[in-house]
């Protein structure tokens, strides 16, 4: 196999006397980029390092190379949806490819999301500050996405989104409802507060279970630290938001027998996750190693797969686009606060940390953009359930 440096001289040179090479090159364009381009999203290349980067790690070099300064793109969302919306993230040349490759052997024969590696999304992705995520963040403290259909503003999207979730449950004064995956409790309060249920939420987070327990105060919830295959008892709801990207493929099986386990016969489960348009044996690698570690995106095949014979699906709704607009008003309001965030003498986040935040919501946003991602919200139930259920929308 051919050397990076075979494609190209990477000696120092001023980047505008540095091209790309010319597969870099003729990658970009087949999706309308150009490096060193007047359009918004083009690629400025500050170092010329970033093109080895590319070649020999691909979208991890890609990533980091923008963490370490090396490049800049007015508009990372827009160049996200063009490099998503053409497929150029399948098409990596050389070393990179191979690098991928040994990425989906690893990530196929272990399982990165046993019961013993459960917490480690928790101590480094969500215990990283509840600074961060209330400056980003709406007041419920919602890190999924909004229902924008009726929506004017995050706030209002995603309260209109907790109310839908609630309504699909068909939720009643007295009933149990388990939360997996609670987050800082946004879902167990508002139905707790609104609906009049007992909720148990669960988290891998020490941070989320602190500040959940606060905020659900004087309610009927509990906010427990644990993983679902720990779980005993029985719900009459059960919901997942946004909780079951982390519980990779070897693990479906297990997941899904909890819940058949520990809902009531004639209960409803709603489970609220992104989607890919397509069955991907792998997760990106930069996201893995920089935002959620041991994360996988189901796709409609794998899912479709895991529930025959376990679950009738109800319902099944797909808004995906509203997650576009979801992370971009999570990087204006992450954004705005930074100048407080980064002089917080507690955290002291650096620059660094900033670019690879910006490079994390607006990749994602172009990811959705692009119609890669999607955003599904199914309702499930056992065969044992007779009442006839009616869509909410």
């Given amino acids: 196999m051919q050397n990076a440096d075979d494609f190209y001289d990477f000696s120092p040179r001023p980047p505008n006397a540095c091209p790309p090479p010319p597969v870099l090159r003729d990658l970009a364009a087949q999706a309308g980029i150009r490096f060193n381009g007047a359009a ?15 070649l020999t790690h691909g979208s991890l070099g890609f990533g980091e190379a923008y963490m370490d300064g090396l490049w800049d793109c007015p508009a990372l969302d827009q160049l996200f949806t063009r490099l998503l919306a053409a497929n150029v993230d399948t098409r990596l040349p050389g070393l990179a490819r191979l690098r991928l490759l040994l990425e989906v052997l690893r990530q196929q024969l272990f399982n990165l999301q046993n019961l013993h590696r459960a917490f480690q999304v928790g101590e480094e992705h969500y215990d990283l500050g509840n600074d961060i995520f209330e400056a980003m963040l709406d007041p419920s403290m919602t890190y999924s996405c909004g229902y924008w259909a009726r929506a004017d503003d995050l706030h209002q999207a995603q309260q209109h989104k907790l109310d839908m979730i609630c309504r699909k449950l068909e939720l009643q ?31 891998v987070s020490r941070e989320q279970q602190a500040l959940a327990r606060e905020r659900c105060r004087g309610l009927p919830v509990r906010i427990e630290l644990s993983d679902y295959r720990e779980l005993q008892g029985q719900f009459d709801k059960i919901v997942s938001v946004g909780m079951f990207e982390h519980v990779g493929e070897k693990n479906y099986g297990h997941y899904f ?52 014979n376990r679950f009738l699906i109800e319902d099944w709704h797909n808004f995906g686009q509203d997650y576009d607009r979801t992370l971009m008003a999570w990087w204006h309001k ?60």
């Fill in 40 to 54: 918004l999203w083009d690629i400025q290349v500050h170092d010329p390092r970033v093109y080895r980067r590319i």
């Fill in 173 to 203: 004064p007295g009933e149990s409802l388990l939360d997996i995956g609670c987050g800082w409790g946004g879902m167990a309060h508002h139905a707790a507060r609104h609906y009049g249920v007992d909720v148990v939420g669960i988290t």
């Fill in 257 to 308: 027998d909890s819940v058949q386990r520990l809902l009531k016969a004639d209960g409803l489960f709603l489970l609220h996750t992104i989607g890919s348009y397509k069955t991907l044996r792998y997760a990106d690698p930069w996201i893995d190693k920089y935002i959620f570690p041991n994360g996988k995106i189901p796709s409609a095949e794998s899912l479709c797969r895991e529930l025959d």
């Fill in 334 to 393: 992450f954004d705005a606060a930074w100048d407080d965030l980064k002089n917080n003498l507690r955290s002291h986040y650096p620059e660094r940390f900033y670019r690879m935040w910006k490079y994390y919501l607006l990749s994602c946003a172009g990811f959705f953009r692009s119609r890669q991602g999607q955003l599904w919200q199914l309702v499930l139930s056992k065969r044992s359930r007779t009442q006839v259920y009616r869509s909410v929308r």
